[in-house]
């Protein structure tokens, strides 16, 4: 048997063939208007997880979404594959809204409140870990580990959001005035339902003056 061929490789390629002919089907020119060019009003920044699609979940169609997705949806700032997405959506895309997207039940989450462990994603988790021990009073608090887990896959979303804020890309950009909203939303598995957490940043006052950029 040929493992570079197998049945779902064969079926993945059919699958797009038939996506393709059923989008020509229903508008010839659909594939020569997103060609063109790309405008999305929205930079989702989404955990890898393959249950959490970020098109899909808000209903948009290609275009409308420019996506970058790691493990736990972390902002890191040393992160430069995020910083370049994070500046090109921002300083030449335009967009108008950031999203951090969480999700209850995440692995890279669950994998940051024990000690095993995993390989490689040890040291991406280190970042995560940190969210945790700046959190643990509270956290530490809650009996329940479900309710936990749920309340740090929460905080850490939060903590992201801030974390956005404070780049020098966000910072430019509300000093020069642009239209820009970062957002912190958590999806649920259990029913596709997103929860707002309410946190909503439009500018820089909701920060602490040393977290915010003097130019």
């Given at each position: 048997?040929?493992?570079?061929?197998?049945?779902?490789?064969?079926?993945?390629?059919?699958?797009?063939?038939?996506?393709?002919?059923?989008?020509?089907?229903?508008?010839?020119?659909?594939?020569?208007?997103?060609?063109?060019?790309?405008?999305?009003?929205?930079?989702?920044?989404?955990?890898?997880d393959s249950r959490?699609?970020?098109?899909?979940?808000?209903?948009?169609a290609p275009g409308?979404?420019?996506?970058?997705?790691?493990?736990?949806?972390?902002?890191?700032?040393s992160d430069m594959?995020?910083?370049?997405?994070?500046?090109?959506?921002?300083?030449?895309?335009?967009?108008?809204?950031?999203?951090?997207?969480?999700?209850?039940?995440?692995?890279?989450?669950?994998?940051?409140?024990?000690?095993?462990?995993?390989?490689?994603?040890?040291?991406?988790?280190?970042?995560?870990?940190?969210?945790?021990?700046?959190?643990?009073?509270?956290?530490?608090?809650?009996?329940?580990?479900?309710?936990?887990?749920?309340?740090?896959?929460?905080?850490?979303?939060?903590?992201?959001?801030?974390?956005?804020?404070?780049?020098?890309?966000?910072?430019?950009?509300?000093?020069?005035?642009?239209?820009?909203?970062?957002?912190?939303?958590?999806?649920?598995?259990?029913?596709?339902?997103?929860?707002?957490?309410?946190?909503?940043?439009?500018?820089?006052?909701?920060?602490?003056?040393?977290?915010?950029?003097?130019?």
């Amino acid at each position: 048997m040929n493992h570079g061929h197998d049945e779902f490789y064969k079926k993945i390629l059919d699958n797009n063939k038939i996506w393709s002919e059923t989008k020509i089907n229903t508008d010839p020119e659909y594939f020569q208007k997103l060609a063109s060019g790309q405008a999305p009003p929205l930079l989702w920044i989404g955990c890898s997880d393959s249950r959490v699609p970020a098109n899909e979940v808000i209903g948009a169609a290609p275009g409308e979404v420019f996506v970058h997705r790691n493990i736990a949806n972390m902002v890191v700032h040393s992160d430069m594959n995020m910083l370049s997405v994070l500046d090109y959506a921002v300083n030449v895309l335009k967009v108008k809204h950031v999203i951090v997207c969480g999700h209850y039940g995440c692995g890279g989450v669950k994998a940051a409140m024990g000690s095993s462990s995993i390989g490689i994603i040890d040291n991406w988790i280190r970042h995560i870990k940190d969210v945790y021990r700046h959190n643990h009073q509270y956290l530490n608090s809650i009996i329940d580990d479900h309710a936990r887990f749920n309340a740090f896959v929460e905080i850490n979303v939060k903590e992201q959001v801030h974390h956005l804020a404070k780049t020098s890309i966000v910072q430019g950009a509300w000093r020069d005035g642009q239209e820009l909203c970062l957002h912190g939303w958590v999806y649920g598995l259990n029913d596709g339902i997103v929860k707002d957490l309410g946190v909503n940043l439009c500018d820089n006052s909701d920060l602490d003056t040393v977290d915010r950029i003097l130019f």
